[in-house]
């Protein structure tokens, strides 16, 4: 599974917007959309800690 895969998989697990997902990692609703989409390649820090950041949350209650 690469990163884009694995990124939509955890916002999708913990039902977030494009846009709450990018204000956890602290970035913006277009860059987890191109990320997302595989049209951002971020640097293997950034893909690790934002991949951490989001799989030690819980999912929003329904």
């Known amino acids: 599974m690469n990163f884009a895969q694995q ?3 955890e916002r999708t697990r913990l039902g977030l917007t494009q846009a709450e997902a990018a ?3 602290k ?3 277009s860059w987890v959309d191109k990320a997302e989409r595989n ?3 971020p640097h293997i820090l ?3 800690g934002a991949l951490s950041r989001l799989k ?3 999912p929003k209650k329904p």
């Open 46 to 48: 950034m893909r690790e």
């Open 39 to 41: 049209q951002r390649a």
């Open 23 to 25: 204000g956890i990692l």
């Open 56 to 58: 030690n949350l819980k």
């Open 7 to 9: 990124l939509l998989s």
């Open 27 to 29: 970035t913006s609703a």
